[in-house]
């Protein structure tokens, strides 16, 4: 029914079909030697591998097709096929085969690709009609999960790490009953828990690896909490879970199932498997509920999304360059296509002494990328509720600055960089003493120790008078404007977008953002002040500073004007990981939508991502491809002109190009041990990169 009626006859299938089953001892135990080689024929295959005995095989076939069993045009039609397929493989004449590389030679990329795909297309979901599956809400839920019968750090609870915080516990098959009740006892303070069976069975004997008490402890579980299933083993185990919900089937274990089950989980893929065998009567044959993807980032080998993974390598070298010839000390890369990460690779130390490598959860300083995942988006939202626009006079939303010359200004020009803004200031030399030759910072504005008025955190061990940030806002408000608004790059502006925010919601910067994006995005590291959040140890170092705050800086914000709001502005400040970064930039991709929320309007990120109409270069907070070729390209000449992003002064960049559903994102600390270092300007480190992932795509 499978071989001749569903795949040659219904699907004209032409090629060869070959059969392993020859030695299964279902079928044995059957037929005998010889017999099983003549029905395995007639069923319609043509390579037959493995047949106990090939004498008796031989003499069987041979009968079979004397007595009429199988004709010889059926014989024919076998035999051309198999010399057909010798033709084309070239085994017409003697083969040489280089036996060097040669298992990497048959476990190809591509037959990766090919085998994560295919295990993607098995997954199966069951009992889901309250759609628990896949979890939505980040925020506000608290995870965990039990692996029964796992080694510690197994691929699945660590790939489920990838999107939330998770308290993991394991317990064996052999685990005592006072084990599971004080298991149990934890796990019902949870909102979620995923149980996952491992190590399952292949013998019915054995209930395939379900032991009694399994289905009893998820049932009770299910009594405390909502409870989702992974099982990784045969789906005939259904039949001992008959009372279970929110099952998913991966129907093996190993490396690749684990990993996409737990995507899964999260919605990174859709789900539209069946099961191909009825376990019992409530799991018949093709059950299985559809499950749409909620969109967020996967993880998968790049030529399942036609790149080439030899291609990407090649950023490998061009970083070992970098560390060497110190344009940087480290960095982390990090490619997103088609919402999969496809490349994500740590390079170097935080520092040149190399005692501390560079790790997936180490926090870098963004500099200006603050601008869009920051600032930028928190203007987008307020677009987006009616409460700002972008054409409107800034006074509207800062009455106090009536007075001034900013009063007539609009965001529209504003955040493109068209205001006629200065580009900067440099605050903190008014702070230093006039020692020319020893510059310190004055005794009356910084303290060693919080107190009093000196309580803005410039960085460790150095407290600002909280007044003296009065002074910077009156600097940037009557700030003279340049005589004409073309483009020219400016700090300021962003400054006043943090004002803004804050004088429509109530709410500093930081905590806006924050509220509103990264908590319910599942970001867990991406954060102002860093340092009063996480170990030191964790935050790349930015400086050796030797001209202002005289010691290193590390987990504050390397700028200084930021630095003297206490680390919380719209220009800088903002600290992140590259995956981090990459989900805010795939939801913007996603036209506002990510994990089953709609963050911003699609029209909204249209309208931000689209240039200014004065500019060759940049779109609304966002910077651009520079369209002027009479101007320095800003990015790799291979993206497209809808390429969007920023770059920051520390050695960041990210771009996301719609074009080609790619996200780029670079992490270094180039400015260490000085910002002086230009190096890595030099040499385009960042274009260089990004050009890589244009040259790996294959279409």
Known sequence: KVITEKLIDEMAYSGLIFTDALEMKGVLKHFPPGEIEVRALQAGNDVLVLPSDIDKAFKEIKKAVQT????????????????????????????????????DNLNSPMTDALVQQLYERALTVLENDDRILPFVDLS??????????????????????SYTSFEHHRILRSGTAHERNNLLSELSNFDRVVVSIHKMSRHPSKQFGITEW???????????????????????????????????????????TQDIAAQALFGALPIDGQLPVKASDRFAVFSGQKMSSLRRLGFAIPEQYDMSSDTLQMINTLMQKMIKTKAAPGARVLVVKNRKVVYDQDFGHHTYAKKRAVSHKDIFDLASITKVAAATLSIMKLVDEGKVDLYDPIVNYLPKIDTTNKRNLTLYDIMAHHAGLKPWIPFYLNTLTDNKKNPRPCDTIYHNQVGGDFSLKVCNDMYMCSSYADSIWYKIYNSELRPNNNYRYSDLGMYMVADIVKSLTGMSIDRYVEEQFYKPLGLRRTTYNPASRFPVDEIVPTEEDRYFRFKRIQGYVHDMGAAMLGGVSGHAGLYSTAGELAVIFQMLLNHGYYGGKQYLKPETVDLFTTRHQRSTRRGIGFDMKELDTLRTLNMAPEASSRCFGHLGFTGTAVWADPEYDLIFVMLANRTYPTMKNNKYGKENYRPKTQSICYKALKK
């Open 68 to 103: 009429g069993r199988i004709t010889e045009k059926m014989i024919e039609i076998k035999v051309k096929k198999i010399l057909i397929a010798k033709y084309r493989m070239g085994l017409y004449q003697k083969p040489e085969i280089d036996l060097k590389q040669v298992v």
């Open 140 to 161: 506000r839920t608290r995870y965990a999960s039990v692996a029964i019968g796992a080694p510690p750090a197994n691929p699945f609870q660590k790939r489920l790490e």
């Open 214 to 256: 399994i289905p009893k402890f998820i049932k009770k579980l299910q009594s405390k909490t909502q409870v989702s299933v992974v099982l990784f083993g045969n789906p005939y185990a259904l039949q001992y879970l008959d009372s279970i919900q929110h099952i998913l089937v991966a129907y093996e274990e190993n490396d690749i």
